[in-house]
């Protein structure tokens, strides 16, 4: 287990990551349980972060911010989500948002059950507790709300931040730590920048693929070229970047004596991280450079298809299509013309005299044997040979003349086999012994046995076989 915790480093961060998970709790059991103040239709999660971010400005200008001003601005919040809502029903919800994240019911802080992996890898529980907000009388008569540490990191981490800020704030707080040495701290730091580039590296290809199935819907020029453009220089400033980090670190193993065994472990894999990194960026800058090639593939492909020749024009693409995007009144003035065009009128025919004169003297032709069917005119066909010749049925009658004494359709079978009989032959005799079941007048009798046929070829109940003449010769000797 020792060598699996030094590759999985998330094993080391996993601890944060469920604090992180762990602070929103109360949020989720005050919106799910939000149905014993009547208050369904309203979004709990949001009323909480709002009073945090009040009472987070609040902390900016002096200690806290009062009770008061916090009740009535959650108030006016409610009031714009749910105009309809009564002044009692604001006030619970008020009261149920404040006394849970200060945890009045609670009569503590928060706490939750953890999972932590110690050295050895083993997991074990533990517990832990936070709080959001905190009241306190500061002796003017009047309570102050205070937040906690979690809960700015609550509100903090939930605000959707660029992932290029978060790539450039991340390097210079890289080098900060390997400058004051906090080796530990840095590889940490290091597996978060190459997340951060992984990020990257999912939003960019998306773009592109969004791109590329459907040029119709999509305006390459003024949606994704600054985008593509932007991405080219960022891409370009992490590769310099990561390089100069890379090099220093490289400097700092080589020419550092005062390195423990431990702090040079964690180097070693700081570099090995940020060559993945590197690495990953550079492929980035490959797929931005060819990005323009595919697209324009793809608009080949999609609109510029080659039109197929035809003799007749297309009504839909050379008429109908382009008859919609003109004006209605124009179209209506020429309407008829157009409907002329698509169902163009067939001229009924019209009797011609001279053509019925001619047709009504014509002498009648003599009649003539040449399209009667006649015997001569058939050509025999080959017709597809029997499935069982003549030489093979006396061959299996003859097989069937030869059992002369008591034996099982087993036997029978392995007795062909041996003498290499064909497989034609064999489906001929057990055919005909199956006919032969119940038979009286057949010159072999045939019944069913209890076990079951031992062969490779056939499956079900054993045939007992026994020649008549073999009974009969039984019966005279007494």
Known sequence: MAPLL???????????????????????????????????????????????????LGMRAQRGERIVVVEQALNDLISKC??????????????WVIEGLLNVRGRGPFEEILTQ????????????????????DLGDESFYLVASAEAIRLYTDLLARDVTDEQVANEYLFRFLM??????????????????????????LRAI??????????????????????????????????????????????????????????????????DGVICRHTHLSHVLMSANK???????????RPKLLSTLASLEHDLVRPMLLQPLGRVSANADRFSEFVFRPEPRPLPSLVEIVERLLRPERESSSEGIDVEDNFQELPSEPAFLT?????????V???????????????????????????????????????????????????????????????????????????????
């Open 390 to 398: 003549a030489e093979e049925e006396s061959e299996a009658e003859q």
């Open 209 to 274: 693929e969004i791109a590329e199935v459907n040029v119709h819907a999509f305006s390459w020029k003024e949606s994704l070229l600054p985008v593509l453009q932007q991405a080219r220089r960022h891409v370009g400033d992490r590769i310099r970047a990561e390089n100069s980090v890379l090099a220093s670190l490289r400097d700092k193993l080589s020419h550092e004596d005062t390195l423990n065994q431990s702090d040079r472990h964690n180097l070693c894999k700081v570099e090995q991280t940020l």
């Open 400 to 478: 069937l003349a030869s059992i002369a004494n008591s034996c099982t359709l087993t036997d029978l079978l392995d007795e062909l086999a041996s003498q290499g009989r064909s497989l034609k032959l064999h489906d001929l005799v057990v055919t005909t012994l199956l006919k032969s079941l119940g038979d009286p007048d057949s010159r072999i009798q045939v019944r069913t046995g209890q076990a079951k046929v031992e062969n490779d070829l056939y499956m079900g109940s054993e045939l007992l076989l026994e020649p008549r003449e073999a009974q009969s010769h039984e019966v005279e000797v007494p």
């Open 6 to 56: 030094a590759e999985q480093s998330w094993w080391s961060m996993s601890l944060d990551r469920q604090r992180s998970l762990a602070i929103t709790a109360p949020l989720q059991q005050l919106d799910s349980a939000k149905a014993y103040i009547g208050a369904q239709r309203h979004d709990i999660r949001t009323y909480c972060l709002y009073v945090i971010d009040q009472v987070a």
């Open 294 to 304: 595919k697209f324009a593939e793809a608009q080949d492909a999609q609109c510029f």
């Open 82 to 95: 749910e105009p309809k809502a009564s002044t009692e029903q604001r006030g619970r919800i008020v009261a």
């Open 117 to 136: 992996f110690d050295e050895s890898g083993m997991p074990r529980k533990v517990r832990y507790t936070f709080s959001l907000l905190e009241a306190k």
């Open 179 to 204: 400058e004051r040495g906090e080796w530990q701290k840095a590889a940490q730091e290091s597996g978060r920048m190459e997340l951060l580039s992984l990020e990257y590296e999912q939003k960019v």
